[in-house]
């Protein structure tokens, strides 16, 4: 269990551990080709914010070798936004006054319309977390009626028994996201103080019940900044690691969430992840894991999406909207869960996907279980 | 040894695979390039006949993004099963991608590791019996291995594709002695994939007797895709020469001028 790896790694990551690095270390470490987990540390150690060029420099030259130029395009589908937790981060918070919805199938095929319209092929679908208002059933049906539309569907839903994900993987999902927000279980507690997410455990081990189900994609992360981002992107990447290790079969990827603003007032306690950090975790990702790919959202900016796109991004969402409906003209909109920092429309990231020397690739993956023709 | 025309004339000289004798011996894949335009001019600069496509990555919807609108007429499709982790999988995508129109050649690809991309023989050789079985012109990719080599041939296979390196290392022919054990035991032809990372370390498979390469992440990658892919073209033409040539015998020391054995001549 990933747990125990924690455990044993927790109490060698004090502050004065992260200091004890030097230049000569990152300087070391870059000459490796293969990396273990303690140069992951040295990676994101202070001393290595002094390296972000060279580091730069490796991470793009590996992504190329593994992924080309190429980045993957998807987009988030909101099916609800009823949730009956709390995360004091989060806009579907149980307690905020916001518009509640769901998308009825009939919907949620007008949102898929209006998406794979734009090109799209892959989709994620995410709901809040309410068993009684969106349950497994119900996304079930959601991913059968857009299945025939989309080459992929991935799903960003509370975690689910091992039962649950393959019920779900049957009807034709091949991608799990889910992020762990945070690796420590203190911050954990106080962020999350209601509600079925309080269980840090489940939600912990939710990628393996998927692997175990037969989901072939897994999408991991931290939220940074919600808690000591060396201590959270460290984490990420050995959960990554440890994956990969444990269903070699399984492709792992990992996404860079940072916190953004909601409709709330929260406030994290812990040091705000900085532009030059963030660039710090994405290359500390790429060095220590070569072949997985790497995510990133709407919630950075178009400036930042551009600028990080060559450091070792393999997939970007494209036109989404974290509101519950909004794609088709048709639908009633539910209230999004956070703000969207680019804003642009497919055509547009397309556009500058291109204008980078990148190939935008609107189809990476056809899952063709139980397909009988590809292209209809 | 390859079923190969011992010839002078670099013309003359063509690979037969599946009923069709090819010109040239550089396969090329159209993965990881930074854009569909640029894969008929690196098809052209490459000479290449024969094209791999992982089967995945064909958008059937988009036409401007569907890579099979971008290669000439006369090309031969080499659909791939990349992404399949079972034989099942593998033979699945090799039937959608007949009934799309891609013909009826597929390299199998069974990766069930995504860390390194390493093909499972094993599975390969079954979905290799099964598509066989269906017809198909069924060109394994594997990890050179001389029994896994033997029952894929026995299989009906057309040619082996044993790999010089993992997917995208660009390492070279690591695996040398290995591939140059089955250039000398299988009766096929053997097409070194993956792992060939410069035109100089294609030009040393075809000298040790490969009957063709296939280069994907090399030329792709490269910063002018179109000028790599023609560097592969001479080397791929320029190893197959020295080979058909017949290379001299490398010596580690200079032959003594005074023969060791020169007194059973004399007298």
């Known amino acids: 269990m990933f747990y125990e790896q924690i455990t044993d790694w927790q109490p060698r990551l004090s502050e004065s551990a992260w200091e004890s690095f030097s230049g000569v270390d990152v300087e070391r470490v870059l000459t490796r080709e293969t990396l273990r987990p303690h140069d992951l540390v040295v990676l994101l150690s202070p001393a290595a914010h ?81 068993r009684t208002q969106s349950g497994p059933a119900y996304i079930e049906e959601c991913v059968q009626a857009l299945r025939p539309m989309f080459a992929s569907l991935g799903l960003e839903v509370y975690p689910l028994s091992t039962h649950e994900y393959r019920r779900l993987y049957e009807a034709g999902v091949d991608s799990v996201t889910l992020f762990q927000e945070t690796y420590d279980q203190i911050t954990y507690a106080k962020v999350h103080p209601s509600g079925p997410k309080r269980n840090y455990h489940y939600r912990l081990e939710a990628p393996e019940r998927a692997c175990e189900a037969g989901i072939s994609a897994i999408n991991i992360g931290a939220l940074l900044g919600l808690s000591d981002w060396r201590q959270d992107a460290f984490f990420s990447a050995l959960h990554a690691d440890y994956l990969q290790r444990t269903y070699p079969g399984v492709e792992v990827a990992l996404s860079v969430p940072r916190l953004r603003p909601y409709a709330g007032s929260f406030r994290s306690s812990a040091a705000p992840v900085t532009d030059a950090s963030f660039v710090q975790i994405i290359l500390a990702y790429r060095l220590f894991l070569p072949r997985a790919g790497l995510t990133l959202s709407t919630r950075e900016s178009p400036q930042m999406r551009e600028n990080l796109m060559p450091l070792g991004i393999t997939r970007m969402s494209a036109g989404a909207l974290t509101s519950v409906g909004g794609y088709s003209e048709n639908n009633n909109v539910g209230s999004a869960q956070f703000e969207i920092a680019d804003e642009r429309s497919v055509p547009e990231v397309v556009g500058m996907i291109r204008a980078k020397g990148y190939l935008p690739s609107f189809c990476d993956w056809v899952n063709m279980r139980k397909k009988a023709a590809v292209g209809l | 040894m390859n079923d190969i025309t011992q010839s002078d004339n670099l013309a003359e000289d063509t690979l037969l695979i599946g009923g069709i004798n090819l010109h040239s011996r550089l396969f090329v894949g159209t993965g990881k390039f930074s854009s569909h335009e640029i894969v008929p001019q690196m098809l052209e600069a490459s000479g290449s006949q024969v094209v791999t496509m992982a089967l995945r990555r064909v958008d059937w919807k988009n036409p401007q993004e569907n890579i099979l609108n971008y290669l000439p007429q006369n090309t031969i499709l080499l659909p791939n099963t990349s992404g399949a982790r079972t034989a099942e999988e593998a033979v699945r995508i090799a039937r959608l991608a007949r009934a799309a129109g891609c013909g009826n050649w597929v390299k199998i690809e069974v990766v069930q590791d995504q860390r390194y991309l390493l093909p499972d023989n094993w599975e ?14 069924v060109l394994p990719y594997m990890s050179p291995d001389l029994g896994a080599a033997r029952r894929l041939r026995d299989a009906g296979a057309a040619a082996i594709m044993p790999l010089g390196a993992p997917i995208g290392s660009n390492r070279g022919l690591q695996t040398k002695e290995l591939i140059r054990i089955l250039i000398e035991e299988i009766s096929l032809p053997i097409i070194v994939d993956a792992g060939i990372g410069r035109p100089s370390e294609a030009a040393e498979a075809m000298e040790m007797g490969a009957a063709a390469v296939l280069v994907n992440t090399a030329i792709a990658t490269a910063g002018d895709p179109v000028f790599m892919a023609q560097a592969f073209r001479l080397a791929v033409a320029a190893g197959r020469l020295g080979y058909l040539a017949g290379l001299g015998e490398r010596r580690l020391t200079a032959e003594a001028s005074s023969p060791l054995t020169g007194f059973l001549q004399e007298g």
Do not use: D
């Open chain 1, 50 to 130: 002094s390296y972000l060029e060279p580091m730069a420099k490796k991470a793009q030259a590996l992504t190329i070798r593994h992924f080309g130029r190429t980045i993957g395009l998807f987009t988030p589908l909101y099916l609800a936004n009823f949730c009956t937790n709390s995360c004091l981060y989060c806009s579907f918070h149980a307690g905020n006054e916001i518009v509640r919805c769901k998308l009825t199938v009939e919907q949620a095929i007008k949102e898929g319309e209006a998406i794979s319209a734009t090109g799209l092929q892959h989709l994620l679908l995410l709901t809040g977390e309410s």
């Open chain 2, 124 to 137: 390969t050789l079954n979905a290799t019996e099964q598509l066989v079985n269906e017809g198909f012109v």
